[in-house]
């Protein structure tokens, strides 16, 4: 079934640990994206992608990486995490709809990823 | 860049009732606008959305509205249930651009 997959869904590690939260799709489409969200609140966009080799920072200033080397996979990196890390992480993937100008941009979540730095 | 606000923060409501949700834009080139619901630990899914070439959409209870010229939309619920409980976020984008989200209204709806 296509969907977006996120992995690991929980995750609880200390100060300082270097991690990457995986992100795959299954849903051909071409733009992913990565957003923060403490539960219930604002969804902040930290990075997103519009194909291959092609990445840029969202508005929310983040101290994480992320590269885009195959169309399905876009991996969240964290060289050094902290406490203030300690969020929901959800991955999205899109693509345009047909319509030229008024073209859609349908965006599907994945599950989410819960960090909790110690 | 986009700026989306939503309004309310919080809503609360009989079963039964309709519930509406605001939001305004900055952006006079956004021209998609969608509606998610994410119900208490799950992903967010889209409801409704609109583009804006056209000024309502229905389907079944929920209804979206666009004013263009004032740059607000809004989602109207009618007959609300409890299982409509959940955050709701406004969103708005250009064609092929990240969509912009609002900040989200908590709908609680008691029986």
């Known amino acids: 079934e296509a969907d977006i997959y996120q992995t690991p869904r929980y995750l609880v590690i200390g100060t300082g640990k270097k991690i990457t939260l995986e992100c795959s799709q299954t849903?051909?489409?071409?733009?992913m994206y990565w957003y923060q969200q403490d539960p219930g609140m604002e969804l902040h966009l930290i990075h997103y992608?519009?194909?291959?080799?092609?990445?840029e920072k969202g508005d929310l200033s983040s101290e994480s990486t992320v590269s885009r080397i195959r169309t399905e996979h876009f991996p969240l990196t964290l060289e050094s995490a902290r406490p203030s890390h300690t969020s929901q992480y959800l991955c999205?993937?899109?693509?345009?709809?047909?319509?030229?100008?008024?073209?859609?941009?349908?965006?599907?979540f994945g599950a989410g990823t819960r960090l909790s730095v110690l | 860049g986009e700026n989306v606000e939503q309004h309310p923060s919080t809503l609360s409501v009989q079963e039964g009732d309709s519930a509406v949700i605001k939001c305004t834009y900055s952006?006079?080139?956004?021209?998609?606008f969608p509606w998610y619901k994410q119900e208490l630990g799950k992903r967010p899914q889209l409801i409704i959305d609109?583009?804006?070439?056209?000024g309502e959409k229905k389907d079944q209870r929920i209804a979206v509205t666009l004013n263009k010229t004032a740059k607000h939309f809004s989602l109207h619920i009618t007959e609300t249930q409890p299982e409509d409980s959940a955050v709701y976020f406004c969103?708005?984008?250009?064609?092929?651009?990240?969509?912009?989200f609002g900040k989200g209204t908590t709908l609680s709806v008691s029986s």
């Open positions: 609109i583009r804006s070439n056209v």
């Open positions: 969103a708005a984008s250009r064609a092929g651009t990240a969509l912009i």
């Open positions: 992608s519009y194909g291959v080799n092609s990445t």
């Open positions: 952006d006079s080139a956004s021209n998609y």
């Open positions: 999205a993937s899109s693509e345009s709809k047909r319509g030229g100008t008024l073209a859609k941009n349908i965006q599907y």
């Open positions: 849903m051909g489409h071409d733009k």
